[in-house]
Structures are given as C-alpha cells and as structure tokens.
C-alpha cells in the first residue's frame, strides 16, 4: 500500500485542492534557507506554501512522522503528528 502523501501526488485532483485553497504545494519541497533541529534530527521538505513556508517531515518518524513547518522569517513550529492529521488539519482550516 503507498503512503498516504504518495497517494495523494498521484492524484492530480487531490494534489490540486491541496494546492489551492490548502496553499500545501507537493512539487515545492526546498526552503529559502537552511533549516536544522538542535538535536540534530533529520529533516525532509515534504511542501511548501505561497509565503515561502516550507513543511518538512522530522527525524525517523516512521509512517507517522511529526511535521514542523519553518516559515520565510525564520519561525518555525511543530504543526502535526503525521500525514493524517497534517491534511485534517488543512482540511477544517
């Protein structure tokens, strides 16, 4: 069975509502600038949005990993356990 994230850049519709109005863009994965944990975890861009935001999965989280979501500025915040709750997440919002 493929990953849910996998699932969802295949199907084009689906890939499309995230895009718009989720402002969550799959083909966008690079930040404008370095982006690290202090414990040295790894950290893989997964999407981006309009303002230069970037998501990215954290560390070994398996099929679930926590997703940190690093903004233009320099912020950054843990936003979801998980593929699952990132996209219900979007979805309420």
Not at 18 to 43: I, M, N, Q, Y
Not at 58 to 67: A, K, L, N, V
């Amino acid at each position: 069975m493929p990953s849910l994230i996998t699932a969802i850049t295949e199907n084009a519709e689906a890939a499309s509502f995230l895009t718009w109005p989720g402002d969550f863009e799959l083909d966008r994965k690079d930040h404008v600038e370095d982006v690290h944990l202090a414990s040295g975890a790894a950290l893989e861009g997964c999407a981006g949005d309009g303002s230069g935001g970037t998501y990215f999965f954290c560390g070994d989280g398996g099929e679930e990993p926590p997703i940190l979501y690093a903004n233009s500025e320099g912020g950054a915040t843990l936003v979801a356990i998980g593929v699952q709750q990132m996209l219900q997440l979007l979805l309420v919002a």
